[in-house]
């Protein structure tokens, strides 16, 4: 059977809440160490979802063509539109995982880099304030 958008989000919820339950709990592999810092700690948890969506993805479309072929054979239509139409859902589906992954991906890389042009102008206003207030003594009574 054909996996649904429903489908692809429950399997990656599956693997996310997997991933809760056995790295957290028993590895405890997503604990944040006190030599790490919050945006690691952050990355590696936004490195570990996308791993999961990717994961989740592949397999769906996996699941996808092998289906699809079984459903292609149930209709009984002649050689040449069942090999054409298994050849055109298996790109289209390739397509949409592929876009939509690329799409993940991208909105990560432009989060992170958002992320770090902030800190990085929120690091050079506090370097300037520093030297500003460097040569200031206010009296003293």
């Known amino acids: ?3 649904m958008l429903n489908d692809i989000i429950r399997i990656t919820h599956k693997l996310n809440l997997c991933d809760d339950l056995y790295l957290d ?7 944040m160490s ?6 690691e700690y952050a990355i590696k948890v936004l490195i570990q ?3 999961n969506f990717s994961m989740g993805l592949v397999m769906a479309l996996a699941f996808f063509v092998f289906g699809l072929w079984s459903i292609v054979r149930s209709y009984q239509p ?3 539109t069942a090999v054409a139409f298994f050849v055109g859902a ?3 589906a390739f397509a949409f995982v ?4 690329l799409a993940i991906y991208g ?6 880099y958002g992320l770090a042009k902030v800190v990085e102008s929120n690091a050079r206003l506090e370097q300037g304030r520093r030297r500003q207030n460097v040569g200031y003594h206010p009296h003293q009574n």
């Open 1 to 3: 059977l054909p996996l």
């Open 78 to 80: 002649n050689p040449l």
């Open 49 to 51: 979802v996308l791993i």
């Open 90 to 92: 298996s790109c289209a």
């Open 34 to 39: 006190r030599d790490e810092s919050t945006m």
């Open 98 to 101: 592929s876009t939509y992954l």
């Open 25 to 31: 709990r028993f590895m405890g592999m997503r604990k």
């Open 107 to 112: 909105a990560a890389a432009g989060g992170v």
